[in-house]
């Protein structure tokens, strides 16, 4: 493969890499303020696969020969992202943590089938298969956060407005 | 509906108006910076809906007696729901850009999720059914930024590594 592409596939993977810590960041604090046992227990599930992908991905750039970006880079390369200050800019109810979580998800998805994508032309068949491995959990981990908004919902009412719910988590299934 | 609710009800309109504002202002970006010409219209045509969804959001806030709120408590409130620099840390590829702009409509899909939840408690049909009419709309941008993502790739690795796509955007489906 051409030295160009291969410098860009170590960049879309420094990339990966600096948005797997960061999701185990807001994940870490996601935990802490889910505002209910069900919820905490997604958000920690899907930590544990996160630390796995972070291991992944570190790997892989090892494996090239390169080093992954050291935290002093990290906020850099996260804010580069455009999602870089969610972490610092948590929010105040469960539903909207789980909006955000929700978002960021999906923003991993998007980022592992653009890496796929560099990976196929440069080539690269370990990093397409490290691809076909963690993108089924961060669509699952979407999925999951996207069947519970309304359990998140009904928290955040009850933690704002006192407001108890009609049997929250019963129907939380996605709506259109 | 008790007053409590109501209220909720209302900061959930507030927020849902505030996220298209800043909506509108990114796709108004990414139109600009797209580095494609079908990336380009796919963020216009998206543009265009977005600034129906914002006038709904604003006329669903009249009818219940608020006025939206002003620009100038609108940054707070975009910051408030964790996405809010986005705008003005717009990135700085195709590729970045639809992987970003790919996050934010789901942001949107879960806020219109939640958002129909406290309008079911609250009995307010018209945002129930103004929800009904906005989510498949979003769903329908996410959807549509997926299926670039392979092309925005391409572009941006023509762009910073001047290679040449085989073909880009012949194969631009989801992968996994």
């Known amino acids: 493969m051409s030295s160009e592409v291969q410098q860009q ?3 879309y993977l420094n990339d990966a890499h600096a948005m797997e810590m960061q999701s185990i960041e807001v994940l870490e604090k996601a935990v802490e303020i889910a505002g209910d046992i069900q919820l905490a227990q997604l958000y920690r599930g899907h930590l544990n696969d996160t630390r796995d992908h972070e ?3 570190k790997q892989r750039l090892e494996d090239l020969g390169e080093s992954p970006s050291t935290l002093k880079n990290l906020a850099g390369k996260a804010g580069a992202m455009g999602l870089g200050l969610l ?3 948590m929010p105040d109810t469960p539903a909207k943590l789980a909006g955000v979580a929700f978002a960021y998800e999906n923003f991993e998805v998007a980022a592992y089938e653009m890496l796929r ?3 196929e032309i440069a080539e690269d068949q370990d990093t397409v298969s490290m691809c076909d491995r963690i993108l089924p ?3 699952q981990a979407a999925a999951v956060i996207e069947e519970n908004l309304d359990l998140a919902v009904q928290r955040s009412l009850e933690e704002t407005a006192g407001i108890p719910g009609p049997g929250a988590g019963e129907d939380s299934g996605a709506h259109a």
Do not use: F, G, N, P
């Open 9 to 11: 596939l170590v960049s």
């Open 55 to 57: 291991r992944y991905v």
């Open 87 to 89: 972490a610092q800019a």
């Open 117 to 119: 994508k560099v990976a």
């Open 137 to 139: 959990s961060e669509k």
